[in-house]
Protein backbone atom coordinates (compact mmCIF):
# COMPACT_ATOMS: atom_id res chain seq x y z
CA UNK A 1 0.00 0.00 0.00
CA UNK A 2 1.44 3.24 -0.73
CA UNK A 3 1.78 5.93 1.91
CA UNK A 4 -0.69 8.69 2.54
CA UNK A 5 0.48 12.12 2.56
CA UNK A 6 2.27 14.60 0.02
CA UNK A 7 4.88 13.17 -1.92
CA UNK A 8 7.94 15.64 -2.82
CA UNK A 9 7.80 17.37 -6.06
CA UNK A 10 11.51 16.25 -6.73
CA UNK A 11 14.15 13.36 -5.98
CA UNK A 12 17.60 12.91 -5.92
CA UNK A 13 20.10 14.96 -4.74
CA UNK A 14 20.88 18.60 -6.41
CA UNK A 15 24.52 17.51 -6.87
CA UNK A 16 23.45 14.93 -9.05
CA UNK A 17 22.79 11.12 -9.71
CA UNK A 18 24.93 9.56 -6.74
CA UNK A 19 26.22 5.43 -6.83
CA UNK A 20 24.60 2.99 -8.58
CA UNK A 21 23.30 5.56 -11.11
CA UNK A 22 23.48 6.52 -14.17
CA UNK A 23 22.43 2.85 -15.45
CA UNK A 24 22.50 2.25 -18.86
CA UNK A 25 19.75 0.12 -20.25
CA UNK A 26 18.62 -0.82 -24.36
CA UNK A 27 16.63 -2.85 -26.33
CA UNK A 28 13.80 -3.20 -29.09
CA UNK A 29 10.57 -1.65 -28.05
CA UNK A 30 8.14 -4.72 -27.43
CA UNK A 31 4.94 -5.60 -26.88
CA UNK A 32 3.70 -5.12 -23.28
CA UNK A 33 0.57 -6.48 -21.18
CA UNK A 34 -1.67 -4.17 -23.50
CA UNK A 35 -3.03 -1.75 -20.41
CA UNK A 36 -0.83 1.52 -20.47
CA UNK A 37 -2.64 2.46 -23.25
CA UNK A 38 -6.10 1.30 -23.17
CA UNK A 39 -6.55 0.94 -19.29
CA UNK A 40 -4.68 3.20 -17.96
CA UNK A 41 -4.55 6.01 -20.81
CA UNK A 42 -0.40 6.55 -20.18
CA UNK A 43 1.21 4.54 -23.16
CA UNK A 44 4.38 2.37 -22.09
CA UNK A 45 7.38 1.55 -24.16
CA UNK A 46 8.46 -1.84 -22.80
CA UNK A 47 11.73 -3.11 -23.13
CA UNK A 48 12.60 -7.12 -22.56
CA UNK A 49 13.01 -7.89 -18.65
CA UNK A 50 16.69 -9.82 -20.27
CA UNK A 51 18.12 -6.64 -20.42
CA UNK A 52 18.26 -6.28 -16.39
CA UNK A 53 19.81 -9.73 -16.19
CA UNK A 54 22.47 -8.85 -19.19
CA UNK A 55 23.27 -5.33 -18.28
CA UNK A 56 24.32 -6.93 -14.12
CA UNK A 57 21.13 -5.02 -13.26
CA UNK A 58 19.20 -7.96 -11.92
CA UNK A 59 19.60 -7.07 -8.46
CA UNK A 60 18.08 -3.78 -9.15
CA UNK A 61 15.27 -2.81 -6.73
CA UNK A 62 11.30 -2.36 -7.80
CA UNK A 63 10.15 0.34 -8.33
CA UNK A 64 9.70 3.72 -10.04
CA UNK A 65 12.34 5.46 -11.83
CA UNK A 66 13.36 8.25 -13.94
CA UNK A 67 16.24 9.49 -16.33
CA UNK A 68 16.42 9.90 -20.54
CA UNK A 69 15.27 7.93 -23.56
CA UNK A 70 16.97 7.66 -27.25
CA UNK A 71 15.32 6.49 -29.69
CA UNK A 72 15.94 5.97 -33.05
CA UNK A 73 12.07 7.66 -34.23
CA UNK A 74 11.77 11.26 -34.08
CA UNK A 75 8.73 13.00 -32.53
CA UNK A 76 6.43 12.94 -35.16
CA UNK A 77 7.34 8.38 -35.39
CA UNK A 78 8.85 8.21 -38.37
CA UNK A 79 12.25 6.07 -38.24
CA UNK A 80 15.53 8.30 -37.92
CA UNK A 81 18.11 5.52 -38.65
CA UNK A 82 21.49 5.61 -36.47
CA UNK A 83 20.84 8.76 -35.08
CA UNK A 84 18.58 9.25 -31.80
CA UNK A 85 15.92 11.83 -30.38
CA UNK A 86 15.95 12.22 -26.44
CA UNK A 87 13.37 12.22 -24.31
CA UNK A 88 12.52 12.81 -20.83
CA UNK A 89 11.09 9.46 -19.43
CA UNK A 90 10.05 7.25 -16.25
CA UNK A 91 9.84 4.05 -15.71
CA UNK A 92 8.65 1.12 -13.68
CA UNK A 93 10.87 -2.48 -13.22
CA UNK A 94 8.82 -4.81 -11.28
CA UNK A 95 6.22 -7.27 -10.98
CA UNK A 96 2.91 -4.78 -10.89
CA UNK A 97 1.25 -5.91 -7.80
CA UNK A 98 -2.08 -4.11 -8.95
CA UNK A 99 -2.92 -6.18 -11.82
CA UNK A 100 -0.71 -9.67 -9.84
CA UNK A 101 1.79 -9.89 -12.47
CA UNK A 102 3.80 -13.27 -12.38
CA UNK A 103 6.86 -12.02 -14.35
CA UNK A 104 8.87 -8.78 -13.88
CA UNK A 105 8.67 -5.82 -16.82
CA UNK A 106 10.05 -3.23 -18.07
CA UNK A 107 7.82 -0.66 -18.93
CA UNK A 108 9.07 2.78 -19.85
CA UNK A 109 6.78 5.89 -19.84
CA UNK A 110 8.25 8.31 -22.38
CA UNK A 111 7.02 12.21 -21.46
CA UNK A 112 5.87 12.95 -25.03
CA UNK A 113 2.75 11.89 -27.16
CA UNK A 114 3.27 9.69 -30.56
CA UNK A 115 1.11 9.72 -32.87
CA UNK A 116 1.39 5.62 -33.17
CA UNK A 117 3.35 2.82 -31.86
CA UNK A 118 6.50 2.23 -32.97
CA UNK A 119 6.82 -1.49 -31.62
CA UNK A 120 10.39 -2.56 -33.08
CA UNK A 121 12.61 0.52 -32.64
CA UNK A 122 15.18 0.68 -30.67
CA UNK A 123 15.85 2.27 -27.60
CA UNK A 124 18.60 3.41 -25.34
CA UNK A 125 17.60 4.32 -21.49
CA UNK A 126 20.15 6.35 -18.76
CA UNK A 127 18.30 5.94 -15.79
CA UNK A 128 19.43 8.51 -13.19
CA UNK A 129 17.60 8.19 -9.86
CA UNK A 130 14.84 6.58 -7.99
CA UNK A 131 11.39 7.98 -7.17
CA UNK A 132 9.77 5.28 -4.93
CA UNK A 133 9.27 1.58 -4.38
CA UNK A 134 6.32 -0.54 -6.09
CA UNK A 135 3.43 -0.33 -4.38
CA UNK A 136 0.07 -2.63 -4.52
CA UNK A 137 -3.37 0.06 -4.98
CA UNK A 138 -6.81 -0.56 -4.12
CA UNK A 139 -8.19 0.93 -6.89
CA UNK A 140 -6.92 1.59 -10.52
CA UNK A 141 -7.61 5.49 -9.71
CA UNK A 142 -5.11 5.71 -6.87
CA UNK A 143 -2.53 3.75 -9.72
CA UNK A 144 -3.04 6.44 -11.90
CA UNK A 145 -2.89 9.22 -9.60
CA UNK A 146 0.30 8.35 -8.86
CA UNK A 147 1.76 7.22 -12.03
CA UNK A 148 0.63 11.16 -12.96
CA UNK A 149 2.35 12.44 -9.56
CA UNK A 150 5.76 10.43 -10.55
CA UNK A 151 5.62 11.74 -14.29
CA UNK A 152 5.45 15.54 -12.99
CA UNK A 153 8.27 14.16 -9.87
CA UNK A 154 10.71 12.88 -13.01
CA UNK A 155 10.13 15.83 -15.05
CA UNK A 156 10.98 18.53 -12.44
CA UNK A 157 13.64 16.57 -11.35
CA UNK A 158 15.17 16.31 -14.81
CA UNK A 159 15.20 20.24 -15.19
CA UNK A 160 17.96 20.47 -12.65
CA UNK A 161 21.13 20.95 -15.01
CA UNK A 162 23.02 18.86 -13.14
CA UNK A 163 20.66 16.02 -14.62
CA UNK A 164 19.53 17.72 -17.87
CA UNK A 165 23.02 17.61 -18.81
CA UNK A 166 22.69 14.15 -19.28
CA UNK A 167 20.28 14.52 -21.83
CA UNK A 168 23.48 15.17 -24.25
CA UNK A 169 25.11 12.20 -23.75
CA UNK A 170 26.39 10.28 -27.21
CA UNK A 171 24.88 7.18 -25.86
CA UNK A 172 21.26 7.90 -26.16
CA UNK A 173 21.51 9.37 -29.60
CA UNK A 174 23.93 7.29 -31.14
CA UNK A 175 22.55 3.55 -32.96
CA UNK A 176 24.34 0.81 -34.75
CA UNK A 177 23.37 -1.11 -37.64
CA UNK A 178 21.43 -3.31 -35.97
CA UNK A 179 19.46 0.14 -34.72
CA UNK A 180 21.02 -0.50 -30.94
CA UNK A 181 24.86 -0.68 -29.30
CA UNK A 182 25.25 -4.16 -30.06
CA UNK A 183 23.52 -5.12 -26.98
CA UNK A 184 25.35 -3.33 -24.59
CA UNK A 185 23.12 -2.91 -21.99
CA UNK A 186 26.08 -2.24 -18.85
CA UNK A 187 26.17 0.81 -16.67
Known sequence: ?????PRDPVTGPDSGPETPFPLKLNGKVVKGFGRGSKE???PTANIPIAGLTVGGHEDVESGVYYGWAGLNISADGSRTGNRGTVYAMVMSIGWNPFYKNTVRSVEVHILHRFPRDFYGAHMNLLVLGFIRPEYDYVDKESLIEDIRTDMRVAERSLERE????FRGQRYLMEFGEEGGHGGEVAS
Not at 162 to 165: F, I, P, Q, V
Open 40 to 42: LGI
Open 1 to 5: MRPDG
Open 162 to 165: TYAK
